[in-house]
T-cell receptor
Framework: DVKVTQSSRYLVKRTGEKVFLECVQDMDHENMFWYRQDPGLGLRLIYFSYDVKMKEKGDIPEGYSVSREKKERFSLILESASTNQTSMYLC???????????FGPGTRLTVL | GENVEQHPSTLSVQEGDSAVIKCTYSDSASNYFPWYKQELGKRPQLIIDIRSNVGEKKDQRIAVTLNKTAKHFSLHITETQPEDSAVYFCAASMGGGYQKVTFGTGTKLQVIP
């Protein structure tokens, strides 16, 4: 059974703080993704990675960076958190473009 | 880049009726169209997908149709049940070596018992 876990379910940070969100998958998937989910806007892709140390910008990369040092772990970094980054963040992974993306439980981030 | 539009944003149906959710995509190179269901407080999960070499696919009470010429695809749920209540997302991808999937904005389906 595929398992994708995220480091926190809820997180509250202050404006200007550096924030790390971590995602771990246990199925040896090549691809990993970070999305943010906002009401009425669906799932918007921030960054994705198709291999260790490889990354590609998604549709809304501004204000974010990522790191993938190991195949099973994909981190999302908010260098200087802002209130407009308050959102639900979902991580996902899959083994190929035509294969199901398996999502983590999500991290609800509030930036005050 | 790819743009996926999804309608309606909310849909209420009586239990036992059918529900239809429609999506359009912009990039004619897209050839893979998955649908995800997200129940309240849970993570999205794939319920059905279709590739562009197929016009229709069924799995029990759910079916997806694809019109490549018009660049639109639809999800059909028959004999709806209360457990079908959820947010449904359509998506489009060029597949192959291109890993990115573009999601629609979601449809909140409410099935009224």
């Amino acid at each position: 059974d595929v398992k994708v876990t995220q480091s926190s379910r809820y997180l509250v940070k202050r404006t200007g703080e550096k924030v790390f969100l971590e995602c771990v998958q246990d199925m040896d998937h090549e691809n990993m993704f970070w999305y943010r989910q906002d009401p009425g806007l669906g799932l918007r892709l921030i960054y994705f990675s198709y291999d260790v140390k490889m990354k590609e910008k998604g549709d809304i990369p501004e204000g974010y960076s990522v790191s993938r040092e190991k195949k099973e772990r994909f981190s999302l970094i908010l260098e200087s958190a802002s209130t407009n980054q308050t959102s639900m963040y979902l991580c996902a992974s899959n083994s190929g473009a035509y294969n199901e993306q398996f999502f983590g439980p999500g991290t609800r981030l509030t930036v005050l | 880049g790819e743009n996926v539009e999804q309608h309606p944003s909310t849909l209420s149906v009586q239990e036992g009726d059918s529900a239809v959710i429609k999506c359009t995509y912009s990039d004619s190179a897209s050839n893979y169209f998955p649908w995800y269901k997200q129940e309240l407080g849970k993570r999205p999960q794939l319920i059905i997908d279709i590739r562009s070499n197929v016009g229709e696919k069924k799995d029990q009470r759910i079916a997806v149709t694809l019109n490549k010429t018009a660049k639109h695809f639809s999800l059909h749920i028959t004999e709806t049940q209360p457990e079908d209540s959820a947010v449904y997302f359509c998506a489009a991808s060029m597949g192959g070596g291109y890993q990115k999937v573009t999601f629609g904005t979601g449809t909140k389906l409410q099935v009224i018992p």
